[in-house]
């Protein structure tokens, strides 16, 4: 979990803990800003272990306790860790251009072989625009190909995009190992750190998300906003120098 020690070691862990909330499909925490992360809550719901430890006091923690929840084998308590993670989060904006992920990969990847890690909405939109759509998912759909095949697919592909989930579930490393020298990288998804350190392992993009009102983010979660309802927040993508 490399990628994780050095996200954590560049961390300012000197802010309040104001609130955390983990609805079904997402989780926010409040700290310095506020950060999302999805939930996992389909996977964790699998096995009795993807528990949270002592629910209604996790406020009694410090930044650097919250934060620390990433490295857990429950999915639910990685998910409040990631979230804990972007909300200490010091974003450069100068790096940073307001753009669909989907826009992105179609930038690169038009007319090429793509592989998407993560079942995401738009993916129908950029099919009939690339030469092979190989989307790698552990809760398939008609279509998908299962996470055991991702070796594959993924070495073969000219852009390569990987759901920020693979922090939570700490698959991420692994993905990155199958991607070709040559191929464009990309993490999306609201769980994403926009933080520069990803660029030290050959990802070339981040698309993730920003929460600019944190109280009808918050809200919204609450009460089960899936990723696309969540309002107060802006999509950016940060993109190598």
């Not at 996992?40 to 650097?64: C, H, I, Y």
């Not at 669909?100 to 950029?126: T, W, Y």
Request: proline share 5%; charged share 25%.
């Amino acid at each position: 979990m490399k990628i994780l020690d050095d996200l954590f070691a560049a961390l300012n862990f000197d802010a309040p803990v104001r609130d955390i909330r983990q609805g079904f499909f997402h989780t926010g925490v409040l700290t310095r800003h506020c950060g999302l992360a999805a939930t996992l809550s389909g996977d964790a719901l699998q096995k009795e272990t993807m528990r949270v430890k002592n629910p209604g006091f996790l406020l009694d923690k410090t930044p650097k306790e919250l934060a620390r929840m990433a490295y857990s084998e429950s999915l639910l308590e990685a998910a409040i860790g990631m979230a804990a993670i972007n909300s200490l989060l010091e974003v450069d904006f100068d790096l940073c251009v307001e753009l669909n992920a989907a826009d992105l990969i179609l930038q690169k990847g038009e007319g090429g072989r793509v592989a998407v890690v993560g079942h995401f909405p738009f993916l129908p939109k950029i099919r009939d625009k690339v030469k092979a759509l190989w989307i790698i998912e552990k809760n398939q759909r008609e279509g998908d190909f299962n996470e055991t095949e991702a070796h594959r697919f993924i070495p073969r592909a000219d852009v390569v995009a990987i759901t920020g989930t693979s922090l939570t579930n700490h698959t991420l490393e692994h993905l990155l190992e199958m991607c070709s020298p040559k191929a464009y990288i990309i993490m999306l998804g609201g769980t994403v750190p926009l933080s520069p350190i990803f660029f030290e392992y050959n990802v070339d993009a981040l698309a993730g998300t920003r929460v600019v009102d944190a109280d009808i983010s918050l809200r919204c979660i609450s009460q089960g906003a899936k990723f696309p309802q969540i309002k107060g927040t802006k999509r950016l993508i940060m993109t190598k120098p």
